[in-house]
């Protein structure tokens, strides 16, 4: 864990190892994450999450300093999975590669639902929101790397702007949940949005002649 995340979860007021009460602070965990998805952050108290998990309040207060504290240490370990995956262009097949990518980090989101907590809290928790910003600009700065590479090898568009390509790659891929959410009960073609983002990038006969080095 590093010094920035221990900043954001703080000091526990216990950490459990015998197995029973690591027990009932994994029950504690997964009771605010139950809770903070279906009511909402602020809508949730301590007392809540103690009684879902079948606890006393007291019980809550042994574990975490209050329910940020609980939160911080559900996503401690999942925040990488919340941000938006990195497309790699170098490759044979970028647009299916891209497509996976998308499918799979849109399956992780749907699995772990926290996603959904994220922006009612940044907007009270500035060190939460600083923290997201600074992994968002890593992920942004590690989507222009791959960019300076496909386009030393003449693989891109000559004329592209290589960074607000890079941000505009970043705001696709992260609303691609947003266009499931959209779509309701419709399967998004993930395909067809890697596809966009992969013409933002590549000259059509470039694409062409990396399916044609695909199918090889």
């Not at 007291?58 to 504290?69: A, E, I, M, V, W």
């Not at 992994?135 to 790397?145: D, P, T, W, Y």
Request: net charge negative; with cysteine.
């Amino acid at each position: 864990m590093s010094d920035r995340d221990d900043q954001l979860i703080g000091e526990f007021p216990f950490i459990p190892k015998q197995e029973r009460a690591q027990q009932k602070r994994n029950a504690l965990l997964e009771s605010g994450r139950t809770l903070f998805i279906s009511k909402g952050y602020e809508q949730t108290t301590a007392k809540e999450i103690a009684s879902y998990a079948g606890v006393a309040t007291g019980t809550f207060y042994r574990y975490f300093s209050d329910k940020r504290q609980l939160l911080m240490s559900l996503l401690e370990d999942k925040l990488d999975e919340l941000l938006p995956p990195e497309p790699t262009w170098v490759s044979r097949d970028p647009e299916t590669l891209l497509a996976s990518l998308l499918q799979a980090h849109y399956q992780r989101l749907n699995e772990l639902e926290l996603h959904r907590v994220l922006p009612e809290l940044m907007l009270k928790d500035p060190e939460l929101a600083e923290f997201l910003r600074e992994a968002r600009s890593k992920i942004h700065e590690r989507i222009l790397f791959g960019l300076q590479q496909a386009k030393d090898k003449r693989l891109t568009w000559g004329d592209l702007d290589l960074n607000s390509v890079s941000w505009a790659i970043l705001v696709v891929v992260e609303n691609s949940q947003w266009i499931q959410d959209q779509n309701g009960s419709c399967t998004t073609d993930f395909h067809e949005i890697a596809k966009v983002i992969c013409r933002m990038v590549f000259p059509p006969e470039t694409l062409e002649q990396l399916r044609q080095l695909a199918d090889d």
